[in-house]
């Protein structure tokens, strides 16, 4: 991708945005429209679909809240958001562990509004690297690895334990 192109591809980008709590649809729906509704969201920040056996799978883990009577919920739909966003980094597990520790007292909708508000301030802030040549992707991958391993080790609850960070200090 020429400089040109992917500046474009980037202005456009940042400009997508997680839909707020009142925005997710107030209606209880079936598994189909879930992923419908989902879908439009997702896929335009990750190029990744929700399916139906992800969600389940969700469900199974807990990660998801089971639907009442094969309806899903706006809280349903939020949680199925933040997952699908979150999996391409994390694994289940860590996703489940953060989502603990994010609802340690605060309801949902609350932690899914602060979600959403600080989501939506990164993508708008997004920009190429100054003086970096659009084909240098190894910062950005560097950068990726480095807050992916911070954030695994924040939510386990093992920083401070880490045999490589104590030495480092």
Not at 59 to 70: A, E, R, S, T
Not at 144 to 159: E, W
Request: charged share 20%; aromatic share 8%; glycine share 2%.
């Amino acid at each position: 991708m020429d400089s040109k192109s992917f500046e474009n591809w980037l202005a456009e980008y940042r400009r997508l945005r997680l839909p707020s709590w009142e925005e997710l649809s107030p209606l209880d729906l079936y598994m189909d429209q879930v992923i419908d509704e989902v879908n439009q969201y997702i896929v335009p920040l990750t190029d990744t679909s929700i399916t139906k056996t992800m969600i389940n799978s969700y469900v199974k883990k807990g990660l998801v809240n089971k639907p009442i009577k094969k309806r899903y919920g706006r809280l349903n739909i939020a949680q199925i958001i933040v997952v699908s966003l979150m999996k391409s980094t994390f694994s289940l597990d860590t996703i489940n562990r953060g989502i603990q520790i994010s609802r340690d007292g605060v309801k949902v909708p609350d932690n899914y509004s602060k979600f959403t508000v600080l989501y939506n301030a990164e993508i708008a802030q997004l920009e190429a690297i100054p003086s970096q040549p659009v084909d240098d992707y190894q910062i950005m991958a560097i950068r990726a690895v480095l807050y992916q391993t911070i954030v695994k080790h924040l939510v386990n609850g093992n920083a401070a334990a880490d045999p490589i960070i104590a030495k480092a200090q």
